[in-house]
C-alpha cells in the first residue's frame, strides 16, 4: 500500500508521464499481493480489458470529427455568428469568446481542444483590440471548460462507459451547467468591463448581419444537433452517432466547403491516433492500477473514511468536491476519473444521489481542475499557444474561477438543474 | 562528446522518426478501416437491414490495436506528457539523469507488458471471441506488439536526447 502510494507520487512529482506512472505503480501494485509476480502477469489482461468496451469508439470519432470541423475553417465562422450577437457590447469580443465556447463545446469534446483553437484565433485578435493578453488567455481558459462539460464529451463517455451510466443521460444533463457557466462568465465580464476599462467596437448589432453570420455558421451548429438528437431521442448510441458526425463533417469539409485535401486527410487521422493512444494510455494502464484497488477493497475504505466523518448528504458531497479539485490541481483528469469514479460513484449513490446528477457534479469539477493554476492542463495549452505567463494569466482568471465554482456548488445541491433536461427526455436515473 | 556518440544519436533519431512514421500510417489505415466498419454497422441498423453481427466486434478490437500501436508514436514525439513543475526546474545535468531514469523505468513496464503479453496471447490461441469465434489472440496480440514498439521507441528515443542533452546541456529533450 505505501509502497504503491510512494511509486505512484514520486514518479508522479520527477515528471514521469501520467500514463507509465499509472502503469508502474500498478505492477508494483500487483507484485506486492506476493505469489511470485503470479498477479503481475495479469496486468496486460488488464491493460487489454481496461479498453474493451464498445462506447469508447465515441472519442475517436468525435476527435476526428472535431478536427475535420475546425480544418474547414467552421471555428471562425461559430466566432463570427457570435460576434454578431453579442459583440457590439463593451468587451464585446470577451462576451463572443464565451459564446463561441458554447456554440464550439457542441463539435468538440475536450477543453484542450478549445484553448488551443481559440488561444491562436481569438486571443492574437483580442490583443489587437486593444485587451491585456493574460486577460485575452483567462477568458479563453474559462470558456474552454464549457467544452466538456456541454455534449459530446470525452469525459462523460469515460465515466459511463466504466461506470454503467446512461451516457445519453449525462450528455442531456451537462446542457444547463454548460449554459450556466457560460451566462456567469459573461456576467463577469459585464461587470469588470468598465473598471478594466474593455474595449467596445463600434460596430451596431444589425437584424441582416446577425442572419448572415447564423447562416455561414449553420453547418456546424447543425451538427450537434444532429449528435445530440440521435442519442438523446434513443435512436443512435454515441458510438454511431460520432460515426455519424464523422461522416457529416467530412461532407461538409470536403464537399461543400472542398478545404480539406487528401494529404489533410492523412494527417487528421494521424493526429486523431496519436491522440487517441495517449489517452487509451492511461485508461489502460489506470485499470491495472483500478483492478489492485478493487483487490485490495481501497474503493470501500475510502468510502467508509468519507462516511465516518459525516452521513450528512451536504458534507458528503462537500468533501468529494473538495478532493477532486485538490487532486485535479495536479492530476491529468482521464486518469483521476478512472480511478476515483469506482470509489465516488458507490459513495453517490449511498448518500442517495441520482447517477446522473453525481457524474455531471464529478465531471464538472475536474473540468474546472483543467484551469486551476499551477498545473491546469488548458493553462499549459495556452501559455504554450500565446507565449503568456501561467502566473499572469492566473491574476485575470480568478474572477471566472469564483464564477464557475459558484456553478459547480449549484449544480452539487440543486439537482434539477442537471436532471431538467435527461428528465424530459424520459434519460435519468441511468 | 565523440564523433561515434554522435552517429549512434544521429542513427537512434532516424531509425525513430522513420518507424514512428510508418505505425502512424498502419495506424492511420486502422482508423479508416474502423470508421468504415461503424458506418457499416449503422448502414446496417438503419438503412439497409443486413444480417451484419460482426462490425461491433470487429470495432473494438480495430480501435484497440490502433491507439495501442499508436502508444509508441507518442512516445517517439515525447507527446505522453506527465507533471513537469518540478522537472523544469531541475538544473539541466540533472534533467538528464531524471529523463534516463524516467526512460528506463519505462521501458521495464513496456518489457513486462512484452513478456506477460505473450502469455496472454498464448491463452487467447485457446479461447474464442463471442460473436464471431475468432481466436483471442488475434486481439490480445495487441498488447505486446504495442508493448514491443513501445520498448524500441523508448531505447532510440533516451539513446538520442541522452547524446543531445551531452551536447548542449541547456537544451530541452522534447523532439
Redesign the interface.
Known sequence: MTLVLLTFFG???????????L??AG?VGLWSIGGGGRF??????R??AG????P??AM??FI?AGEIMNRSGITDRLVKFADALVGYLRGGMAHSNMLASVLFAGITGAATADAAAFGNTLVPAMVKQGYSRPFACAVTAAGSIIGPTIPPSTLMIIYGSIMGVSIGGLFAAGILPGLLICLLCMAVIAALARRLNLPKSQQRPSLRGILRAFRDSLSAIVLPVIILGGILGGI?TP??AA??A??YALVVGGLLYRAISWRDL?DM??R???I??????II?SASILGWWMTFNKIPQAIAAGFLAVSTDPTMVIGMILLLLMVIGL???INATLIILAPVLGPLTLQIGMDPVHAGVMIILALNISLMTP??GACLFVLASVTGERIEAIAKSLWPFLVAEIAVLIMIAYWSDLTLFIPRLLDLAGG | MTGASHKIAAFAATSSAKLSWLVERVCALLLLVLVFDVWLGVLARYIIPLPLTFTEEAARYLMIWMALLAVSCGIAHREHIGVELLYERLPPRMRRWVLLAIDLLALTFFALLFWYGLDLVDRGTRSFTMIYGLPKALPFAAVPVAAALACVQLALVAIRDQVRFGVEPGAGAIA
Open positions: 514518479l508522479l512529482l520527477i515528471g514521469m508521464p501520467v500514463g507509465f506512472v502503469g508502474i505492477v503481475v502477469a495479469m496486468a496486460p489482461e491493460f487489454f479498453l474493451d468496451l464498445f469508447f469508439l475517436p470519432f476526428l443512435t458510438t454511431e460515426s455519424i464523422v461522416f492523412l487521422l494521424i486523431t491516433a496519436r487517441t493512444g495517449i489517452i487509451f494510455l489502460a495536479f492530476m491529468d499551477p498545473v
